[in-house]
């Protein structure tokens, strides 16, 4: 049966019986590497933010491998699948209270950052400030780019930064989020500028990993160039 919830290796496991008070012998190598996989699980359990009866679990892993479940295959499958719905419905509430408060904490942080020095502000609510001027000729939608970019959210976390694994990114204009689409037809080669690019310009409520939904993104963007359409990944 497809576990839903935890990563199993296929390894055949043979395990003592012990009770869950036994310490185990950790320079014994069987122990020891009984030891190790039981953490494996629970970093994969805590990862996953499973509230669990460790007693229960301990009692099931030593049923499945005595080949003695108290629940038939039947049953269990309904019960994972109970466990994965409410699994899902926690995580669809997360998300839409971490949407709201992000929201709010988001249009404070454009609202106050309009009306510092140098910080300008376009018809779609982008907002950017000129760290250095370029000369060279601004990309069209079909152009690809070459840059430099190091992007945070509004609390300082880095979330992606070309200029940390120092190596340039390039892809075309029309192929980002709009906040970059519209901020990069406005720059020259050889301009740098910090863009400040509200939720509905970057990825909206379905804000990626460290991002979140509704988040504001905070980049640092420098246009090194102007590439041939075959150099974009």
């Known amino acids: 049966m497809k576990s839903y919830f935890i990563p199993v290796l296929a390894l055949g496991l043979f395990v003592s019986s012990a009770s869950a008070q036994d310490k185990p012998d950790l320079t014994n190598p069987k122990q020891k590497a009984s030891y190790a996989i039981g953490l494996d699980i629970a970093t994969s359990l805590k990862r996953q933010e499973l509230d669990l009866d460790v007693k229960a679990l301990t009692t099931g892993i030593a049923d499945g491998l005595a080949g003695n479940p108290a629940l038939t295959e039947e049953q269990q499958r309904a019960v994972l699948m109970e466990f994965q719905k409410t699994l899902m419905d926690k995580a669809a509430e997360k998300q839409k209270t971490a949407a709201g408060t992000n929201l709010k904490a988001g249009e404070a942080f454009l ?14 609510g982008l907002q950017y400030k ?9 990309p069209k939608p079909t152009d690809v780019v070459k840059v430099h970019y190091h992007g945070t959210l509004i609390d300082g976390t ?4 070309s200029v940390r694994r120092n190596t340039p990114a390039t892809f075309p204009v029309n192929g980002v989020i709009p906040g970059w689409t519209e901020a990069l037809q406005l720059m020259k080669v050889g301009d740098k500028w910090k863009l400040f690019i509200p939720a509905k310009l ?15 993104l905070i980049f640092e963007v420098e246009l090194l160039g102007i590439e041939k359409p075959e150099a974009a990944p």
């Open 111 to 124: 609202a106050e950052n309009a009306k510092k020095e140098g910080v300008k502000t376009t018809a779609s």
């Open 130 to 138: 000129v760290i250095k001027s370029g000369t060279g000729p601004s």
């Open 158 to 161: 880095v979330f992606d930064s």
């Open 202 to 216: 970057a990825y909206g409520e379905q804000g990626p990993g460290p991002i979140g939904p509704n988040s504001v």
